[in-house]
C-alpha cells in the first residue's frame, strides 16, 4: 500500500516537473532551502533569530522589490549597449 502511494507520488512530482516551466528552477530551491534548515544548529532557528534575520533582510528587500518594478515594467533597459 505505502509503496503504491509513493509511485503515485513520483508520477505526479515528475508530471509538475515536466509540465511548468517555473517549477524547473523552483523544486531545486525549495529543495536546497529544505536540506539548509535540516543541516543548520537547532538554535538557528529559535524565534528570536528568526527576527534578527528578517529585520536586517528587510531593508534590501525592498530596494530589490523596487528595482524589479521598474525593471518589469520596461521603465529602465539594464543591457550593457544602452549606455
Given at each position: 500500500?505505502?509503496s503504491r502511494?509513493?509511485?503515485?507520488?513520483?508520477?505526479?512530482?515528475?508530471?509538475?516537473?515536466?509540465?511548468?516551466?517555473?517549477?524547473?528552477?523552483?523544486?531545486?530551491?525549495?529543495?536546497?532551502?529544505?536540506?539548509?534548515?535540516?543541516?543548520?544548529?537547532?538554535?538557528f532557528l529559535?524565534?528570536?533569530?528568526?527576527?534578527?534575520?528578517?529585520?536586517?533582510?528587510?531593508p534590501l528587500?525592498?530596494?530589490?522589490?523596487?528595482?524589479?518594478?521598474?525593471?518589469?515594467?520596461?521603465?529602465?533597459?539594464?543591457?550593457?549597449?544602452?549606455?
Open positions: 500500500m505505502v502511494e509513493l509511485n503515485n507520488m513520483i508520477v505526479r512530482f515528475k508530471h509538475l516537473y515536466s509540465s511548468y516551466e517555473l517549477s524547473r528552477a523552483l523544486i531545486p530551491l525549495i529543495l536546497l532551502l529544505i536540506a539548509s534548515i535540516f543541516m543548520s544548529p537547532q538554535y529559535n524565534p528570536m533569530n528568526i527576527k534578527v534575520v528578517l529585520m536586517q533582510i528587510t528587500a525592498l530596494i530589490a522589490t523596487g528595482e524589479m518594478l521598474i525593471i518589469l515594467m520596461g521603465s529602465i533597459d539594464l543591457s550593457p549597449g544602452s549606455t
